[in-house]
């Protein structure tokens, strides 16, 4: 599979009244055509963050992407581009869907017109051609009477036929990359069922990648190929989906997937909470980001913070306890694999 | 179960809502008894009218009809001194830990406000209360002088509960309690509630449309659709064999947390959406988009009806087989 899109050290801070936000400390990655890669963790860790810096949507006046970092996109330099030459990528070769449908789409324009705009800024076509694609596309995404919708406002939509548009919008030019940040959440769940298939059914169909930005779990082990788990600015653990939920090793990641109460559970029995809050992410990190709430941590993971460290093939994992010299631990109970210090 | 006292029995509840286009019927008839000690949890979509219920039931909002009897007696017909004691036995705590909480009140405040309107204790005493309370949601008793934007969701949602217990309630409405929190913070605080209920014998009712923490916390659930109970059961029947057409969909939606479980092909699919409570189809209000639906369900709106011991539901399909 070839590299699509390479991101390396991307580091992005706030600047706010209250000080230097560091919501991105050094995060890389890699996305190859034709997968699926999902980015979890909770509000705040700097996914959506990471999501936007890919795309270029974050506001330059308060926003800062360190000028170290890069985000090569079939070998051009996101970090780079002028404003033109990022018009001329966006929507073409990346696309994005957005959380809140309401607000992503534009009150005053039809739909039709709004899958057309795209298209017409892109690629040399005629008016009716592009009208005509856009139907097709309303079809696409399995909007019922195509025809009569592209006429609708926003407003006349209802929220899961508003996500259809915006997914339709996205793919009008045939993407290589879509990012879709947290694209049910905002939905019913019969609702997110019926969208996640059609997004699974497209990517199939297109042969697209997918950068999927969430924080529900039930949805990356149901859409993603590989999984990358982030904390406080940093990915902490990534592996394949059967990695992730089978054999996770990163004690933030057996805590996310603890914490859903699972089947097996016995009723109104404890679930597994995370004590404290995450990091104030205005200071600077000393040690692993995840110290202050671990309950495994050691005297190591306050002074010096850990690098990813392999610990099976394509799966890494960001934790003293994964070091060959650490104690071999439990992972809470119902959490496949587990931690023997070193591999 | 004959021994288990009833807390709350509601006959026949309706609360519409008049609109530019025709009544919205957001509850529309729905029956339960609510026991007392048990969490009892309505689960549905957006719009299904779990939270007017909720609200009905408490009287924020005014019934349009039916009956609700509280300790056995009718809640229109308390006198004065019985409604303000009915007001302070029954608290409610809300989805949103932002929007519920005064931003211009101390937390101190904003925990004692319902101790000065119905209890006689001197400032001190609350002093004392409001401490003891934070302690007892897990909260270190100094953030009594601090104000709602310098705590996180989870906090201002601790904050939210203590100040419902701050009035010795037997019930509490838990409307979403968790929708607006991290996963890691959600289970913080449905432990807290459990615990809560264990140690001071509360009766819940839990609105949620998160299926799977309704199947932690309840006892009973009822799963609405359109302003109507389609189904009522205990957790473990409801969640090992749900009888209605529409449960048995919206259990299935749930994604599994299990790569290696085939989601798509277990999965119910429904067709369309779910219709404007304005012009909810005659009959079934289901028949639309129900798998299942014959003649029989266009024409008749089936009711509520004990299939299995404690199982009820208002299908007639279900109840043919």
């Not at chain 1, 057309?116 to 696409?140: F, G, S």
Request: charged share 25%.
């Amino acid at each position: 599979m070839e590299e699509l899109l390479s991101v390396q050290n991307l580091r992005v801070s706030f600047h706010t009244y209250a000080g230097v936000v560091h919501a991105v400390r050094g995060v890389s990655f890699s996305m190859h055509e034709g997968e699926v890669l999902a980015i979890v963790g909770e509000s705040g860790c700097g996914k959506t963050v990471t999501s936007k810096a890919v795309m270029r949507l974050l506001d330059r006046t308060s926003a800062k992407i360190d000028p170290a970092s890069s985000i090569a996109l079939d070998g051009r330099d996101m970090v780079r581009l002028s404003k033109r030459e990022l018009n001329r990528l966006r929507g073409k070769e990346i696309s994005m869907i957005f959380q809140d449908s309401m607000t992503s789409l534009n009150p005053t324009m039809t739909v039709g017109r709004q899958i057309m705009e795209n298209i017409l800024t892109h690629e040399k076509v005629t008016k009716q051609e592009a009208r005509r694609r856009a139907r097709e596309l309303l079809e696409l995404v399995e909007i019922p009477d195509p025809g009569a919708r592209l006429e609708n406002y926003p407003h006349q939509m209802s929220g899961g036929m508003r996500q259809r548009v915006m997914i339709a919008i996205a793919l009008a030019c045939k993407p290589k990359i879509l990012i879709a940040d947290e694209p049910t959440t905002a939905l019913d769940v019969t609702i997110q069922a019926q969208l996640l298939d059609l997004l699974k059914q497209i990517q199939k169909k297109t042969g697209m990648s997918v950068l999927l930005v969430t924080h529900d779990l039930g949805i990356v082990a149901n859409f993603a190929q590989r999984v990358q788990v982030m904390y406080a600015g940093v990915i902490v653990e990534r592996g394949s989906v059967r990695d992730i939920f089978k054999a996770p090793r990163h004690p933030y990641t057996w805590a996310l997937l603890s914490s859903v109460p699972g089947r097996a559970l016995e009723s109104k029995s404890e679930l597994y909470a995370l004590r404290g809050t995450p990091p104030d992410l205005r200071l600077p990190l000393e040690g692993c980001p995840f110290a202050d709430r671990c309950e495994y941590c050691m005297n190591i993971c306050r002074r010096e913070s850990p690098a990813e460290m392999p610990v099976g093939e394509g799966h890494w994992s960001a934790c003293w306890l994964c070091h060959e010299m650490a104690p071999a631990v439990e992972p809470p109970t119902g959490i496949g694999g587990g931690s023997h210090g070193g591999t | 179960m004959a021994e288990r006292e009833i807390l709350y029995d509601v006959q026949d509840l309706k609360r519409y809502f008049p609109s530019k286009r025709g009544m919205v019927k957001a509850v529309d008839g729905v029956s339960f008894q609510i026991y007392r000690g048990e969490t009892f949890s309505l689960v549905g979509e957006s719009g299904c009218g779990k939270t007017t219920c909720g609200r009905t039931l408490l009287g924020i909002y005014e019934k349009t009809g039916g009956t609700i009897l509280y300790h056995g007696g009718d809640v229109d017909k308390m006198s004065k001194g019985e409604r303000r004691r009915y007001r302070k036995d029954n608290q409610m705590i809300f989805q949103d830990p932002y929007a519920s909480l005064d931003p211009r009140m101390s937390i101190g405040t904003i925990i004692e406000e319902g101790m000065r309107v119905h209890f006689r204790y001197t400032a001190e005493e609350r002093r004392r209360i409001v401490a003891e309370l934070l302690h007892r949601v897990g909260l270190p008793s100094e953030f009594a002088s601090r104000f709602p934007h310098e705590l996180s969701g989870g906090q201002r949602q601790r904050v939210g509960i203590a100040r419902a217990l701050a009035l010795e309630p037997e019930f509490m409405v838990c409307d979403e309690p968790i929708a607006a929190l991290d996963v890691s913070i959600q289970a913080q605080v449905v432990n807290l509630l459990i615990r809560l209920q264990k140690e001071l014998n509360l009766t819940y009712l839990f609105i949620s449309h998160d299926l799977s923490m309704v199947r932690h916390v309840s006892d009973r659930i009822a799963v609405m659709y359109l302003g109507s109970i389609v189904e009522l059961s205990d957790a473990r029947g409801l969640y090992d064999a749900p009888l209605h057409p529409y449960s048995q969909a919206l259990l299935s939606a749930i994604p599994q947390e299990d790569p290696d479980v085939d989601w798509a092909a277990r999965r119910i699919p429904l067709s369309g959406e779910v219709p404007s409570p304005v012009d909810a189809p005659a009959g079934c209000k289901f028949w639309k988009r129900c798998p299942m639906a014959q003649d029989c369900c266009r024409r008749e709106r089936p009711a509520l009806r004990e299939i299995l011991p404690g199982h009820f539901v208002a299908c007639q399909r279900a109840a043919e087989q």
